[in-house]
């Protein structure tokens, strides 16, 4: 196990609602990425998050936002769901930006009917 | 600019080598190769940095080409436990985000 935790594991919203996805990253580990990875598809890069700023983004729309704490557990909130935004989402903490070992948690599943 | 993995889909009997290639249009910064299985999380394999690298543990080792443009994982001896979907997720230089390819199954039978 890698020790990054996700939370919730599984969750079924509707078209509009808002949603908040958590993320705690593994001990030691200041950059959390998130990532959207439809149904036999490969992640795709939501965000990063670097000691609490966002360094670096994605091809996803404004409704999309996230958040990074002091101890660098981080959240992913997203508006105004639509239908397509089921799949599941992933969320890795590394030790740095971009060239370093970046592992996942086991990621929330989520369906938007 | 997403990688582009080859191929799509590889089916082996235990005991067979395989071999996944990833490829960029442009030079990268590093390559990073995850297997996930179904319903689990992308789990890491390793990462490489430089140019004409080789690296790998096990049976499962990797390259990466002198112009950092293509990669290549080796899977030797296969076991039943490497079956899974394959990953190659490259970072471009002044770019902080990790960008994966669409995949390779590898399916591995008795």
């Known amino acids: 196990e890698t020790g990054v935790t996700q939370s919730p594991t599984h969750l079924i919203k509707t078209r509009g609602q808002q949603v908040t996805l958590r993320c705690s990253s593994q001990?030691?580990?200041?950059?959390v990425s998130w990532y959207q990875q439809a149904l036999g598809q490969g992640p795709q890069f939501i965000f990063q998050?670097?000691?609490?700023?966002?360094?670096g983004r994605g091809n996803f729309p404004p409704r999309f936002s996230g958040l990074q704490f002091p101890n660098y557990s981080s959240e992913l909130n997203v508006n105004a769901l639509e239908l397509d935004d089921s799949a599941l989402y992933l969320c890795?903490?590394?030790?740095?930006?971009?060239?370093?070992?970046?592992?996942f948690g086991q990621g929330t599943r989520l369906t938007v009917v | 600019q997403q990688p582009v993995q080859s191929p799509q889909a590889v089916i082996l009997r235990e005991g067979e080598d395989a071999v996944i290639n990833c490829s960029s249009s442009?030079?990268?910064?590093?390559v990073h190769w995850y297997r996930q299985k179904h319903g689990e999380a992308p789990i890491f394999l390793m990462i490489?940095?430089?140019?004409?690298e080789q690296k790998g543990h096990d049976k499962i080792s990797a390259s990466f080409n002198e112009k950092k443009q293509q990669s290549s994982l080796y899977l030797t001896a296969s076991q039943l436990s490497y079956s899974g979907t394959y990953f190659c997720?490259?970072?471009?230089?002044?770019?902080?985000?990790?960008?994966f390819g669409q995949g390779t199954r590898l399916t591995i039978n008795p």
């Open positions: 998050y670097y000691r609490e700023e966002e360094n």
């Open positions: 001990s030691g580990h200041n950059t």
């Open positions: 890795a903490s590394s030790s740095g930006q971009g060239a370093t070992e970046a592992f």
């Open positions: 490489l940095l430089k140019g004409g």
């Open positions: 997720g490259t970072v471009r230089g002044g770019a902080q985000k990790l960008v």
């Open positions: 442009k030079a990268l910064y590093s």
